[in-house]
């Protein structure tokens, strides 16, 4: 198993940003495709965006294409979310999650998809 450590999250105004860092272990980090997501209270889990194992690809949810971007560092073993002009409704938990068993261009949306997930950062977005 891989254990993932996600770290970042706080209270920000809206219009702010904020950098969540994924950190995983247990196995080396280029192997997996790594996905952000995010759960309101009282909603389900949502997807956020996707970065393949490569790097070269990413996905991102309509509701935050254009203001997140993700990106990873294979040599600090740590991949970023960077989140720019937060809103209110962005206001969730945030959870990393990886995928071990896929080619080096995937990218997924569904939580199913994924094999390991963090314990999640608390982002709140105040207006």
């Known amino acids: 198993q891989v254990q993932l450590v996600e770290s970042g999250g706080g209270l920000v105004q809206a219009g702010g940003s904020l950098r969540l860092s994924c950190a995983p272990s247990g196995r080396t980090f280029s192997s997996y495709a790594m996905g952000w997501f995010r759960q309101a209270p009282g909603k389900d889990r949502e997807f956020v965006g996707a970065?393949?194992?490569?790097?070269?690809?990413?996905y991102y949810a309509d509701s935050v294409k254009g203001r997140f971007t993700l990106s990873r560092d294979n040599a600090k073993n740590t991949v970023y979310l960077q989140m720019n002009s937060l809103k209110p409704e962005d206001t969730a938990v945030y959870y990393c999650?990886?995928?071990?068993?896929?080619?080096?261009?995937?990218?997924?949306?569904?939580?199913?998809?994924?094999?390991?997930w963090g314990q999640g950062t608390q982002v709140t977005v105040s207006s």
């Open positions: 999650a990886a995928n071990s068993q896929t080619n080096s261009r995937w990218v997924g949306a569904a939580p199913l998809e994924y094999d390991y």
């Open positions: 970065i393949s194992r490569s790097g070269g690809n990413t």
